[in-house]
């Protein structure tokens, strides 16, 4: 016997294969029938793998922030992104801004120094820079995405201040193929040992890993660019994010 509620508190209940949960508030689905306030399903595997459970408010988030180890496939899916129309911030354009006001060549060791700088004066300083200029792309854009969401202290001020209007997708993909894929690229690329001791820094030094733990979603990106993009725009539909 397998319960299902219009509107589930988020509260532990039963697993089965093929029912999708998310955190927060829930919304049930059902492709062949309406469920009433409280349903309860007897019968066959087939009918209970057609429920789908998501969060209710997801249909209404405007702003995307996409998170990310390096080598994971972020880029692909930010570039990708931007190749359909959607709105891009990049926190990253914050330091560049602020390197180039000094007068300072553009370079990873002066953007380095500056972002030092700035999270001097908290771990969440760059987005509380960000947040004006995100709210003034809300304003003309009906969706826009966020690339550089690094530090989970970021991650807390964005939450509290856009609420549900943001969902955070992680792009994810095994260690050894990521390092395989720092070594490989053209520009800046990354020994096993400096890929590590990187990951080791983002994870300590500035709050990475938070998160890509609490991310709303999450991509596999263990195979081919195609195939994380089909997955990405799968995605986009399913939460009804437009440009």
Known sequence: MYFCQKRLPSYKW???????????????KQAFAQCGDTAIMNGCEDSINRL?????????????A???????????????????????FRFGSIIVNEVARRGWPI???????????LRADGMDAIARRALP???EALA??????IDGLYSFSEYKFLREQLGEDMVVVAI???????????????ERPLTAQEAQQRDWQEIERIEKGGPIAIADYTLLNN???EELLQALEALLMRLEFHP
């Open 140 to 145: 003309s854009h009906a969706c826009i995405v």
């Open 133 to 135: 200029l995100l709210k």
């Open 14 to 28: 039963g697993f089965k294969p093929g029912i999708v949960v998310h955190n927060g508030n829930y919304i049930a």
């Open 223 to 225: 195979a081919t660019p």
């Open 107 to 117: 370079n990873p060791e002066n953007e380095r120094v500056v972002r030092e700088e």
């Open 172 to 186: 994810v993909a095994e260690r050894g193929l990521r390092y395989s894929r720092l070594a490989a690229r053209s």
């Open 66 to 88: 996409l998170v990310g180890m390096a080598g994971s496939g972020k880029t692909v899916c930010a570039a990708h992104l931007a190749s359909l129309g959607y709105f891009q």
């Open 52 to 64: 789908v459970v998501e969060r209710d408010w997801m249909a209404r988030a405007r702003t995307l």
